[in-house]
C-alpha cells in the first residue's frame, strides 16, 4: 500500500512482525507499466529482500536514522 497521498513512490509491505519493509522502485516500476498508472495497491510475491541502514545521506523510504530497512523485489501473482 502507499505510505502516503502526497508521495505515490514509497509502497509499504504489510507482513506480521516484520516492519519497515518496502517496495522496490524497480518492482514498482513494473506495476505501474501493467496497468498506465501507479497502483492503488499491489499483490504479490516476494523474490529477493535487499537489507540496508538508513543513514542521513541515504533514506529513500524516510525511516528514522539508524534503523534497518528492507526492500522488497516483488512480482505480480495476479494475471491477467
Given at each position: ?63 528514522p ?16
Amino acid at each position: 500500500m502507499p505510505t502516503s497521498p502526497h508521495d505515490p513512490k514509497i509502497y509499504v509491505a504489510f507482513h506480521m512482525g516484520c516492519p519497515h519493509r518496502y517496495l522496490a522502485p524497480h518492482s514498482l516500476e513494473a506495476f505501474k507499466q501493467q496497468r498506465a498508472r501507479v497502483p492503488e495497491y499491489v499483490l504479490g510475491r516476494i523474490v529477493f529482500i535487499e537489507s540496508a541502514r538508513a543513514t542521513p545521506d541515504d533514506n529513500p523510504f524516510n525511516v528514522p536514522v539508524g534503523v534497518e530497512y528492507y526492500t522488497l523485489t516483488v512480482e505480480s501473482i495476479v494475471r491477467r
